[in-house]
């Protein structure tokens, strides 16, 4: 068990940078495979970015490809999402989670964070 709390989230202009901070609890922080989800209002919640439980390996979503990137410090049991390049549609709400397996599959991770809200203006 893991329990995870996001943090970094707020309003910010088009164009602009943000970093989500995923603070874990738990000895086991490196035997998870972590990622980002966001929910925009009135959508469906989806796949950021995903990290292996060692870091070696990352992969995002098309959506964010090129401007948002994941990291992991497992000696500080934190993961990043540093986000450039903001858009208008990147508004929502985001949440970290952990999970056995690294996947993009939102229904095979079972610890989740509160969510940060992350608000881009045009």
């Known amino acids: 068990q893991v329990q995870l709390v996001e943090s970094g989230g707020g309003l910010v202009q088009a164009g602009g940078s943000l970093r989500l901070s995923c603070a874990a609890s738990g000895r086991t922080f490196s035997s998870y495979a972590m990622a980002w989800f966001r929910q925009a209002p009135g959508k469906e919640r989806e796949f950021v970015a995903g990290?292996?439980?060692?870091?070696?390996?990352?992969y995002s979503a098309d959506s964010v490809k090129g401007r948002f990137t994941i990291s992991r410090d497992n000696a500080k049991n934190t993961v990043y999402l540093q986000m450039n390049s903001l858009k208008p549609e990147d508004t929502a709400v985001y949440y970290c989670a952990a999970g056995n397996i690294y996947t993009t599959a939102q229904n095979l991770y079972k610890n989740w964070g509160q969510g940060t809200q992350v608000t881009v203006s045009s």
């Open positions: 990290i292996t439980q060692s870091g070696t390996n990352t």
